[in-house]
């Protein structure tokens, strides 16, 4: 009985997002999305590695079932397109004819800010990669659709970008309390040198057309469980992992303020998800949560992993925070976006109807 409210359930959004698209006019021009696994929406599907997430249970509760999502249902771009009245972004790697004016996704899993992280697990498309593949995109791609350099400018100056990268960076690279021997530096300066290149690939996507972008924090990773699972910690987070990324997070702040500032007609936001997952985690009755510990799918590694294919997870995923060992359920993503859209306090100094506005 639950199953069949479940289905009918992800069959009326699907349905309500198709009345909209239809019914409504879109918002802005388009919606990039830029990233890692919790982006990703299926480019890892066609790439020769072993982070995919093409496989029951995955999906279970998206109207396309396991369509390469890291989670249950809808990635936080997703929830976004669907108040910007867009289609969802589809997967790069997936379009064979004509790109869609509407945006799309270069999210990949496992990839992070500097170009080695991922590749212990196969390939991947880096930070840098996926700007590579925007630049294609805008040079060969959308000069069609525009008569004149001026179109295609006004067309990406208002489009929404959104970006999430650098929780691999520091889950392939850490070591508690120090970062690995790999990069021989100090939580400091490793994150010194993520934002060092962060910015870099920013001036790149401002230079490429790119106006509107909205940053998100790194989570605390720490709270995840890869790392209570793996330390044996029963709702509590690891501290020294979470006092490593915070360092991320404050320079985060700076840099993008900074590149504000420099980058002419630039407005990049940033999303404050850190202090959201620690909320939901603090305050989970508040947000519907009845376990903020453990993954609702079995997942490979006791709890610290992904999900193994085809085994039956938690009857009830709105009720938990995780789906597997890295990433949260569809109602988080839920969430988070409505915040980031509507108040400027959690994705400042810009929400996205704010950015929309401008």
């Known amino acids: 009985m639950r199953s069949n409210l479940i289905s009918s359930n992800v069959f009326l959004v699907a349905f309500l997002h198709i009345f909209l ?118 040079e060969s791609k959308v000069p069609s659709h525009f008569k004149g350099s001026k179109k295609r400018s006004n067309y990406l100056a208002k489009s929404i970008f959104m970006v999430t990268i650098g929780s691999n960076d520091y889950i392939q690279n850490l070591e508690p309390p120090l970062l690995s021997r790999s990069h021989d530096c100090d939580p400091q300066t490793f994150a010194q040198l993520l934002t060092d290149a962060l910015s870099n690939n920013f001036e790149r996507l401002y230079r490429l057309g790119a106006r509107k972008i909205v940053m998100f924090e790194i989570a605390p990773l720490g709270c995840i469980p890869h790392y209570t699972r793996k330390y044996e910690l029963k709702g509590k987070c690891h501290h020294e992992t979470n006092q490593i990324v915070s360092y991320f997070n404050n320079m985060l702040h700076a840099t993008l303020k900074n590149l504000t500032s420099t980058l002419q007609g630039s407005m990049f936001s940033l999303a404050r998800i850190n202090s959201l997952v620690h909320d939901y985690i603090t305050n989970p009755s508040k947000y519907g949560y009845t376990d903020t510990s453990y993954p609702c799918c079995t997942t490979w590694g006791n709890g610290t992993s992904l999900c193994i294919p085809w085994l039956v997870p938690c009857p009830n995923p709105n009720e938990h925070l995780f789906w597997d060992g890295y990433h949260n359920t569809e109602i988080g993503n839920s969430i988070a976006a409505s915040l980031c859209f509507n108040d400027s306090e959690f994705c400042t100094p810009f929400s996205i109807r704010e950015l929309i506005q401008i």
Do not use: M
């Open 21 to 138: 698209l239809i019914h409504s006019k879109p918002l802005v021009p388009a919606l990039y999305v830029f990233g890692d696994s919790l982006f990703d929406s299926g480019n890892n599907n066609l790439l020769p590695t072993v982070a995919k997430a093409n496989y029951p249970p995955y999906g279970q509760n998206f109207v396309d079932h396991f369509t390469g999502r890291f989670t249950n249902g809808r990635t936080l771009p997703d929830f976004i397109a669907e108040f910007l009245h867009l289609p969802y972004p589809p997967p790069y790697l997936s379009i064979r004819e004509s790109v869609k004016l509407t945006g799309l996704n270069y999210a990949s899993s496992a990839c992070g800010i500097l170009p080695e992280t991922g590749s212990r697990y196969g390939k991947c498309l880096s930070l840098c990669d996926q700007i590579d593949l925007f630049r294609w995109t805008i």
